[in-house]
């Protein structure tokens, strides 16, 4: 049975995880949430931020002051943090304002050589940093050494398992020597003790590492954590928070994420699958500029076995200087459609993943056929395909 995205009741804007199947987040108010294992429950205080581990969880408040949970509540440590890691309840490291580097030993935080603005640590003892320019080091037990490379964000499950993205979210992993690139464009990335990588892309769209790539998830989130393979959780753009569990996947809902060009027009689009074959194509495009434009928007949804769906639409937006709406808006078929390739290729269509393509003019409509071809090269490009074992028009 497919892993999908199941919701948990409660609105959080942070989240961390735990081996342990541990999770912490905070609500927009800063108020404080543990989750038991089976409901977010409140803790008492208010944080900003909040890091976590097997057995341990640690915060910092808006004046960076730092707490440590004991089991009942935040107890303040001395010191002064912008940023906290925690990989276990001996491993625990902060970066101050200054970018100065703090360990916690011996009861207090003791400051190690070095500066700092990112920092990572995982529960066998590895610690990893980034500094202002990108650059990357390394803890030896003694001082961070530097190692080649040049990232915006790192993360650490282990000293096996050493993970970053550079500033156009190019992903790289650390093979003992240096950092090697695995395909894929993500925006976050995050490692658990177990080997455990998952991350997320611009569109929200979710990937696991399975070895050899980035595979898909079905879902759609901001935020996410894992404290092991087990236990994937995350938040929504609208703060809902989610765990990856053993479920049916009935219905796919993928969104193509903000559509924008290079002129005036932009917009949104969703292709909804279910498992009975059944399908609609939705979505909105606006025009914000003087003159109206035609255009011609296509999709291709693409699964891991190289299976491509498409869909598109053709219409008009008018402008500041144009007759007729501003706004486009369709669902496609008038109804609901059905495609038996969707019903026999369930378990496959269900962790596509959606590309698209927007051609846009004020002389004449694009053609439909460019779009669709467009954006199944996008689909391709995105999943690190050579090409489909099949494309189905569905619009």
Known sequence: MAKSFQQI????????????????????????????GSAFQKIPGALTEIAAA?????????????????????????GALVKIAVGSESNVWGINANQGIFVFEFGAFQQIPGALVDIAAAADGSVWGLNSN????????NAFQQVTGDLQKIAVGSRDSVWGLNANGAVFRFDGNVFQQIPGVLTDIVAAADGTVVGLNARQQVFRFDGNGFQPIPGALVKIAAGSSDFIVGLNFHQEIFRLEEAAVNVVELHSGPITSGLSIGGNATLVMTRNGNFTFSGHLHDGGLLG??????????????????AGTIGHVAGTFTSGSRDSDWILPDGTGFNASIRDNWDDVSQSVLEWHLDANDTFTPPIGAALESALQAALAAAGQAGTTAVIGLI
């Open 134 to 141: 990108g650059g990357i080091f390394r803890f030896d037990g």
């Open 293 to 310: 434009l035609n255009y011609a928007l296509g999709v291709a949804a693409l699964s891991p076995s190289g299976l491509a769906f498409t």
């Open 9 to 36: 009741p409660g609105l959080l804007v942070t989240i961390a995880a735990g081996a342990d199947k541990s999770a912490w987040g905070r609500n927009a108010q800063k108020e404080i949430f543990r989750f038991d």
């Open 54 to 78: 097997a057995g341990t969880a640690w915060g910092l408040n808006d004046n960076h002051e730092v707490f440590r949970f004991d089991g009942s509540t935040f107890q303040k440590i001395p």
